[in-house]
């Protein structure tokens, strides 16, 4: 019987210890950018043994148009090799949404004269953003091949270039 009963505690521990070593799911980090007060947020989800998308999240801010939080979701494939992660980002499939917008005072002014403008501008913003993205991805070319430094239940440091990221496991 105490046999069996460490035997499980073995096998459960070794089960326990195996899942925390795993990328699956969403993990989030928070990164400054140069010059830019606001940083943005990085999200990778992990899905099945190749699958990734990388979200980068911003808040952009210009005193002709207002604040507007954007965020860029680049599909990848990745594979692991020992604690080397290789990923290859799908640029021409990147997708660009804004989450949020708020418009300066004078163009609220402006949208309330004229409704129909607001959609017009927002349309506007999407196609400027969206035409940005190319060099966003193309910017984040470090993520190809990462080395993962530390990987536990609730933590993912990984080092790409220079820079060492700290991710949490993020639960939406």
């Known amino acids: 019987m105490k046999k069996t009963l460490l035997l499980i505690t073995l096998l459960l521990t070794t089960c326990l210890g195996l899942s925390a070593q795993s990328l699956d799911g ?3 980090c928070y990164q400054d950018i140069d010059d830019d007060p606001n940083g943005m947020f990085i999200y990778f989800k992990f899905a099945g043994k190749s699958d990734l998308m990388i979200t980068f999240t911003m808040r952009i801010e210009d005193a002709d148009i207002g604040q507007s939080d954007v ?3 680049v599909p990848a494939t990745y594979s692991r090799e020992g604690n080397i992660l290789n990923c290859q980002l799908d640029a021409k499939k990147t997708k660009m949404r804004i989450e949020r917008v708020a418009w300066c005072r004078e163009l609220k002014v402006q949208f309330y004269r004229e409704p129909g403008m ?3 501008a927002k349309a506007m ?11 966003l991805v193309e910017t984040f070319s470090i993520f190809s091949q990462m080395t993962i430094v530390d990987l536990t239940a609730e933590t993912l440091m990984l080092k790409a270039g220079t820079d060492t990221m700290t991710f949490v496991r993020y639960n939406q």
Do not use: C, Q
């Open 71 to 73: 965020a860029y979701d």
């Open 26 to 28: 969403t993990w989030r």
């Open 118 to 120: 607001e959609e017009a």
């Open 125 to 135: 913003l999407e196609e400027v953003l969206t035409a940005e993205s190319g060099k």
